[in-house]
T-cell receptor, first 115, second 114 residues
Framework: DTGVSQDPRHKITKRGQNVTFRCDPI?????LYWYRQTLGQGPEFLTYFQNEAQLEKSRLLSDRFSAERPKGSFSTLEIQRTEQGDSAMYLC?????????????FGPGTRLTVL | AQSVAQPEDQVNVAEGNPLTVKCTYSVSGNPYLFWYVQYPNRGLQFLLK??????LVKGSYGFEAEFNKSQTSFHLKKPSALVSDSALYFC????????????FGAGTRLFVKA
């Protein structure tokens, strides 16, 4: 399978714990995006990378959230001191910039439940 | 600020009938527009996009969308609905200028009955 993969698919944690999610993009893609999706809503943009550079971050991304993309390949999203409001589906997408724009291809998501 | 509105939470259509899922947008300058579909327990799948040129864009699974600049709309259409088209559909917009932040609508659930 050469699509976007995310790990884990499900994560249950207690409030106050730290969690880390991983995203492996399609191998030739140079852009990587993170989104958060809650029930009944569309994906909300969190951040994106071009290669290893983090170029934009949403104001939704509080200081408890951090994302990295070392070497421009896989990416990790860490949430520190989780809160119940962090419960959501976290989506990763990757793309290749061509012709002035890109088409994002999404992974299956990581569903986070904070108890 | 960029925004997307999908005015219908749910659209119901009989199999074989044409379907339309509505989307309007707001963006500074010219837009890039996208439609995605989400099936239960699966990730979002790309259907089609508008960048420039012909206002009628054809995409996957027989779907098409019409860009209307004056009405700032990008409605998704299909001439003949299938039961298997039942899913959650998202419209998304990004400005040509101002970075690569993409804004998604809240989604429209399409229900096609046999």
């Amino acid at each position: 399978d050469t699509g976007v993969s995310q790990d884990p698919r499900h994560k249950i944690t207690k409030r106050g714990q730290n969690v880390t999610f991983r995203c492996d993009p399609i191998s030739e893609h140079n852009r990587l995006y993170w989104y958060r999706q809650t029930l009944g809503q569309g994906p909300e943009f969190l951040t994106y990378f071009q290669n290893e550079a983090q170029l934009e971050k949403s104001r939704l991304l509080s200081d408890r959230f951090s994302a990295e993309r070392p070497k421009g390949s896989f990416s990790t999203l860490e949430i520190q001191r989780t809160e119940q409001g962090d419960s959501a589906m976290y989506l990763c997408a990757s793309s290749w910039l061509a012709g002035g724009t890109d088409t994002q291809y999404f992974g299956p998501g990581t569903r986070l439940t904070v108890l | 600020a960029q925004s997307v509105a999908q005015p219908e939470d749910q659209v119901n259509v009989a199999e074989g009938n044409p379907l339309t899922v509505k989307c309007t947008y707001s963006v500074s300058g010219n837009p890039y527009l996208f439609w995605y579909v989400q099936y239960p327990n699966r990730g979002l799948q790309f259907l089609l996009k508008y960048i420039t040129g012909d206002n009628l864009v054809k995409g996957s699974y027989g779907f098409e969308a019409e860009f209307n600049k004056s009405q700032t709309s990008f409605h998704l259409k299909k001439p003949s609905a299938l039961v298997s088209d039942s899913a959650l559909y998202f419209c998304a917009v990004r400005g040509v200028t101002g970075g690569f932040k993409t804004i998604f609508g809240a989604g429209t659930r399409l229900f096609v009955k046999a």
